[in-house]
């Protein structure tokens, strides 16, 4: 096996005691499938009413009949629905998903889809999803293979080998405020999980002085404040003063507006009236001239996406 291959596998699968799940993005997930040769399976799972998340994370994903089978016909990513920033969300709509808290998708390495299915699985019918998608994948296998010849594997790009070594090294020394900012840009550059980039974006702000940051630093908490749960936003919020020794009053109006909007169009899209009210709450107490008029804004959009 190509030793470059070789590390990517090593450094960007999950450790645990069960699947071997990829957390990185799905570009990355295709890449890898492409290398292996394997198809994918995708689970699927959402932040809250996770319960049915925690008995297939625990009574199936570990079993180990299961984790034999998956880590040796499958890659296995796990995605988070409510990721903004990945696929989830559009996959939601492309494949028509129901609300159910559990989705497995599973994929040729090229990224079609073979079979979905939903909702908590026994580990012997989660098997038995695997083995009928395992089944269509090497049916369509079989015929690529009288008409198609092997494509070049393609290397992956410089940036992601510094990536997953800047992992490593995250995991294993100490960090100073300039790697902690590399480290989350390139983080939410190629998509991974943004629980995992705010991590760091929240570690580097846990030692910064609002009142005497840099310029540089300013903009680092303006480019990550784009999510109304992030510790950047609440300080655009909150620090809006500071803030203005490197942007306008009306940028950072606008910039708020723009994360809010971002949360109720994904509240939207879910169809979840809580995370709606939850965007709404943060208008209260937000520098914003206009209070009602954008909550009537927002409360328009949010509609506007049931009834088409």
């Not at 510094?162 to 992992?167: F, G, K, P, V």
């Not at 902690?180 to 705010?198: F, I, P």
């Not at 680092?220 to 942007?247: C, L, P, T």
């Not at 994360?259 to 995370?275: E, P, W």
Request: charged share 25%.
């Amino acid at each position: 096996m190509c030793s470059l291959h070789s590390n990517v596998i090593a450094q960007v699968t999950e450790e645990q005691n069960g699947i071997d799940f990829f957390v990185g993005p799905w570009d990355m997930v295709l890449e890898w499938a492409s290398f292996a040769k394997r198809p994918i399976m995708v689970y699927l799972h959402k932040t809250y009413d996770a319960q049915d998340c925690r008995f297939m994370e625990q009574e199936v994903f570990a079993k180990d009949e299961v984790v034999a089978f998956q880590n040796k016909h499958f890659i296995n990513a796990k995605i988070n629905l409510h990721d903004a920033s990945g696929v989830g969300i559009d996959w939601k709509m492309q494949y028509q998903l129901n609300n159910n808290c559990v989705q497995l998708l599973y994929f040729t390495e090229n990224g079609q889809l073979l079979l979905k299915k939903s909702g908590r699985q026994m580990s012997q019918n989660f098997l038995t999803h695997s083995r009928e998608a395992l089944r269509k994948y090497e049916r369509k296998q079989m015929a690529i293979k009288t008409v198609a010849q092997e494509k070049p594997i393609k290397k992956l790009p410089n940036e992601v080998q510094i990536l997953l070594q800047m992992r490593k090294q995250y995991n294993t020394q100490a960090h100073t405020a300039d790697f902690l900012k590399a480290y989350a840009t390139l983080l939410r550059k190629y998509n991974y999980n943004h629980y995992e980039y705010e991590r760091v974006v929240d570690e580097f702000l846990s030692d910064v002085n609002i009142n005497k940051a840099s310029i540089d630093d300013l903009q680092f908490i303006w480019d990550f404040a784009d999510d109304i749960y992030s510790k950047a936003f609440k300080i655009v919020v909150n620090e809006s003063k500071a803030m203005r020794r490197g942007y306008t009053k009306e940028a950072i109006e606008q910039k708020i507006k723009q994360t809010i909007k971002g949360a109720v169009k994904a509240a939207a899209i879910q169809q979840n009236y809580s995370m709606y009210k939850r965007a709404i709450l943060e208008i209260e107490f937000a520098p914003i001239s206009d209070k009602k008029e954008f909550e009537a804004e927002l409360l328009e959009i949010y509609e506007g996406y049931h009834k088409h």
